[in-house]
């Protein structure tokens, strides 16, 4: 599998990057299903031509922290992420052409640039474009070659814009809306069955806006109103490119038309709970909520008609259904009309209105390997008003990010082979099984969970699969078409990607394969296999290094590890048995008790409102997951480092002792600066809280983190003992 997938229950450790600029879109259509059989060789060395060089200094310090960025003038019990990153923070300049950096990006940066010179290297051996290194080398060429895509103009995209130009009925729309390249109101993938996880199942969801979120087209507040006008006028442009006289006025309906799918989409936080989105529907029931939409014709364009049995998310729930998810009246205020909104406003909106949403869309979706005044202009908008991000990222970047996005497996071998040793898969099983076994005894520790409860959880813990590095096989990519035509490359992934996805309904699950690259700095968590997954660009400093202190390794990758373990346990994750399975594993009392902890957390976090402007404020609810994974996983981590100590105490290294250092370790991982702009779309649409929360949010709930830094009553983050909240 090359990337994480969109639609799937899938939790990472960080979210996407506030812009899409700055990351390859994620495609929820591919999945794997040609291998080769691998077993990464000895590391390399890698050329000496190849210098990564990164932003900020990649240096640790002698034992695994950077002491000389620490600012000492701020009290940590008042602001411990700046006390651990204060110097770092205040001295580093966010450089033009991104929106955020810290720990997380600064590797990323080293893997992007480790894959560049993979593909330079794989490239001159001019391999032949039916082998994936051929296909890599092709598809990374064409990208860079702006002049042939400044020669081509508009004419790769044409034969798109004339289909839906073409459009006369709801029948062609609805054939339109189920091809690969064509933005529409209904996603639908195949994924797992959250009930039946030894089997496929097709899904289908709501899509298809322009802005980021339902509430970008529902504030009235004069930031989303602005943010409205400068989406308008990057509409108008692309419709003008498009061959639109009344540009202006179509840009007008577009938004007019996006407005009604954002009022019937449902709230991301409430979005969540798979009580409440998991509707098993026969074919019958789904020609029902599809009314006089054309879904027979929608279905065979995508190769699904036969199947006799669907999920569907945003279904609205009936009384029964909302008082068995727990959802409260504020809860379901924040449901829209659903997905029989999308099949309806597909029937009855001016169908013009629809051809100029999909040519607007079409331009924008491919606007980077079309030519540079869509670009420019798309990245003005998405980039800048959305990121606040001044410049574009190099060419070069953004080539490596769409090859990683759609070719990544084909470089994940040769990425291994160069720059993940042994010893750093060895060192990993041994801190996993550590971590499994912390949790083992705060599990039994729980004072608020019942036996029955207790043993169920157990079995979860102990069914869990850790995967670490990379697959056991890569991905081939056999039957994709790679040419120089770089709009058509990407076309042609999409299409490959989408086909290689709905071939899964004839397959058993593959429990073996991964939904992130080895290259990939980030890990997840999946209830549906009930495995945590590391990918090997993770396993460096700061978050691992074999030669750091333990009490740093426990900080920092302990409490990554624990942090995935968390999400098996959190306000959703919890709903998954052991088996993946979404059943109900509780005694009622037990989850009353747990709902309490969660509600206080959600409570907590309500309060942190980052901007000068005071709003947003952080979601609760919508980062509850994220949360949990964060107190739970660091939780764990105290433990298993204590644990490792045998009971004998830790050394003090420069004046610093043990706890000092775990403490310190979780703070620098989440070292990071954010533009406003990046931190405003962040807090409104990932489930991710700013990384300062991550560390202060967490740490005031720590009865070791007051001792070891001596916190008062007086410190800003002192919470009294009877508020501090503990879970796993």
């Not at 814009?161 to 709801?170: G, P, S, V, W, Y």
């Not at 009344?246 to 409430?270: M, S």
């Not at 029937?347 to 999909?358: P, R, V």
């Not at 000068?612 to 433990?639: F, H, M, Q, W």
Request: hydrophobic fraction near 40%.
């Amino acid at each position: 599998m090359k990337r994480l997938l969109a639609g799937v229950a899938t939790v990472a450790l960080l979210g996407a990057c506030a812009t899409a600029t700055e990351e390859a879109a994620l495609d929820s259509t591919e999945a794997a299903t040609t291998v080769t059989e691998t077993a990464p060789a000895e590391a390399e060395a890698t050329p000496k031509k190849h210098v990564v060089e990164t932003t900020s200094p990649d240096f640790w310090g002698d034992w695994g922290i950077d002491t000389s960025v620490m600012d000492t003038e701020v009290d940590p019990g008042d602001n411990f992420f700046m006390y651990v990153n204060g110097g770092w923070f205040d001295e580093f300049e966010l450089p033009a052409d991104k929106t955020r950096y810290g720990a997380f990006d600064l590797l990323r940066e080293k893997s992007e640039q480790q894959v560049r010179f993979i593909i330079e290297d794989v490239a001159a051996d001019a391999p032949p474009t039916d082998t994936p290194e051929g296909k890599v080398a092709a598809y990374y060429n064409a990208y860079m070659d702006t002049d042939a895509i400044e020669a081509a103009g508009l004419e790769p995209v044409q034969p798109y814009l004339d289909k839906i130009q073409a459009i006369e009925t709801r029948e062609q729309l609805a054939e339109i809306f189920a091809t690969p390249g064509f933005s529409s109101p209904i996603n639908g993938f195949v994924w797992v069955d959250d009930k039946d996880p030894s089997d496929y199942i097709f899904q289908m969801s709501m899509g298809g806006l322009g802005l980021p979120d339902r509430e970008y087209y529902l504030k009235d507040d004069e930031k989303s109103v602005d943010i409205r006008a400068k989406y308008v006028e990057l509409l108008t442009f692309l419709l003008g490119k498009a061959g639109y006289e009344d540009a202006e006025a179509k840009a007008a309906d577009i938004l007019a038309l996006e407005t009604k799918l954002a009022k019937a989409d449902w709230d991301r936080a409430v979005s969540r709970n798979p009580e409440v989105t998991y509707n098993k529907l026969t074919r019958a029931e789904l020609d029902e909520l599809a009314g006089d939409f054309p879904l027979t014709t929608a279905l065979t364009t995508i190769g699904v008609n036969d199947e006799t049995e669907f999920l569907v998310t945003e279904v609205p729930p009936t009384a029964e259904e909302i008082a068995a998810a727990g959802l409260s009246q504020e809860d379901v205020d924040k449901l829209g009309a659903g997905m029989p909104a999308a099949f309806s406003l597909a029937m009855t909106e001016d169908l013009d209105t629809w051809k100029a949403y999909l040519s607007a869309h079409m331009l924008s979706n491919f606007s980077s390997v079309l030519p540079k005044e869509i670009d420019d202009a798309d990245f003005a908008f998405y980039g800048t008003v959305l990121g606040g991000q001044p410049e574009q990222r190099p060419r070069w970047k953004r080539a490596v990010s769409s090859v990683q996005g759609n070719l990544g497996e084909a470089l994940g071998q040769v990425y291994v082979e160069r720059h993940f040793p042994a010893e750093n898969k060895e060192k990993m099983d041994e801190l996993v099984a550590n971590l499994r076994a912390a949790m083992h005894v705060n599990l039994e520790d729980l004072e608020w969970m019942g036996e029955e409860t207790r043993e169920k959880a157990k079995y979860k813990l102990d069914k869990f699969n850790p995967k670490i590095g990379y697959p056991p096989k890569f991905e081939t990519y056999e039957g994709l078409e790679v040419s120089d035509n770089a709009f058509q490359n990407s076309v042609n992934a999409g299409i490959w990607g989408f086909k290689d996805n709905i071939a899964r309904l004839n397959e058993e699950p593959d429990r073996d394969e991964w939904f992130m690259t080895p290259q990939t700095v980030n890990a997840y968590y999946n209830p549906a296999y009930n495995e945590i997954v590391f990918p090997a660009a993770i396993l460096q400093p700061p978050f691992f290094n074999v030669s750091a202190d333990p009490a740093v390794n426990y900080g920092a990758i302990g409490g990554v590890i624990g942090h995935e373990m968390g999400h098996g346990f959190d306000d959703q994750g919890s709903k998954y048995d052991g088996d993946g399975v979404l059943a109900n594993w509780w005694t009622e009392d037990d989850r009353e008790a747990f709902d309490a902890l969660t509600s206080a957390l959600v409570e907590q976090y309500n309060q942190y409102c980052p901007l000068e402007e005071g709003e947003p404020c952080v979601n609760g609810k919508l980062t509850l997951g994220e949360n949990i994974g964060d107190l739970g996983g660091l939780s764990l981590a105290y433990r298993a480092y204590q644990m490792s100590l045998d009971g004998e105490e830790a050394p003090v290294i420069d004046g610093l002792t043990g706890d000092q250092r775990f403490f310190m370790a979780w703070a620098q991982v989440w070292r990071s600066k954010y533009r406003d702009e990046a931190k405003r779309t962040q807090i409104l649409t990932d489930p991710h809280s700013p990384a300062e929360f991550r560390v202060n949010g967490i740490v005031r709930n720590f009865d070791e983190w007051y001792d070891a830094f001596d916190i008062s009553e007086d410190s800003d983050l002192y919470l009294p003992p009877e508020e501090r909240i503990r879970i796993w």
